[in-house]
């Protein structure tokens, strides 16, 4: 299968998703194409280096209504199967996810419901919670809020900084976001209402 990655930033969880691929815990997949709305997204550097098709599509200035259109014409040009969000700060338009029908995942640093949008890591410290962790979910159209694939917790320490919250949560998303590919490539599941059922490991 072949993986569309959109990140913005970092691209850390992108090169986790490339190790699964290179350490054969992704049977079957591929990166196809690595897209950046941000010409100075260190993931896509990232992505040139280890000489994946990869190409900034820029945001800056244009509606989202032209700027998804050209990334779901790159999508299809390299033939993409799912969409891999890996920190891609924007929000996609309806005709994007309707391109996509549960094809497109993303990563969230907190255990959704629980603080959906910017800062997470933040928002849990700040609120008090003992255990955070990190979502991979479906993407629909509301903002953190689609089918949720798998959650790995965190303990959240007494003298735990924004920073080392979120760098516990990112060692976790790490191992989260490869095995939920894995699940959802595997196509062994079913949603019933809103819950992903795993068909993985059964007779
Ligand atoms: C991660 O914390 C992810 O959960 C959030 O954005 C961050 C991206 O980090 N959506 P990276 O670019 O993958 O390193």
């Known amino acids: 299968k072949r993986l569309g990655v959109l990140l913005s930033g970092r691209g850390s969880n992108f090169l986790a998703i490339a190790r699964a691929i290179r350490e054969q815990r992704l049977p079957g997949a591929e990166i196809a194409v690595v897209l950046s709305n941000r ?11 280890l000489g ?3 190409f900034c599509v820029p945001s800056a200035g244009r509606s989202r209504v032209d700027h998804d259109a050209e990334m779901l014409a790159r999508l299809h040009q390299h033939k993409v199967d799912l969409v891999c969000l890996a920190g ?16 497109i995942v993303n990563i969230h640093p907190s255990l959704l419901p629980a603080f959906p949008g910017l800062d ?11 255990i955070s962790g990190c979502t991979v979910h479906f993407v629909d159209e509301a903002v953190d809020h689609g089918v949720i694939i798998l959650q790995k917790t965190v ?31 595997s196509g062994e599941y079913t949603i019933e209402d809103r819950r992903f059922v795993s068909h993985e490991n059964k007779a």
């Open 155 to 185: 303990h959240v320490k007494d003298d735990d900084t924004v920073e080392s919250l979120s760098a516990r949560i990112l060692e976790q998303e790490h191992i989260a976001y490869p095995e939920a590919i894995a699940r959802v490539l």
């Open 39 to 49: 010409e100075d997204a260190p993931g896509l550097a990232a992505a040139h280096k």
């Open 120 to 130: 997470a890591q933040r928002q849990a410290l700040e609120y008090g919670v003992k």
């Open 52 to 54: 994946l098709p990869a």
């Open 88 to 103: 891609y700060m924007r929000v996609i338009t309806p005709d994007f996810i309707r391109a996509f029908p549960d094809r």
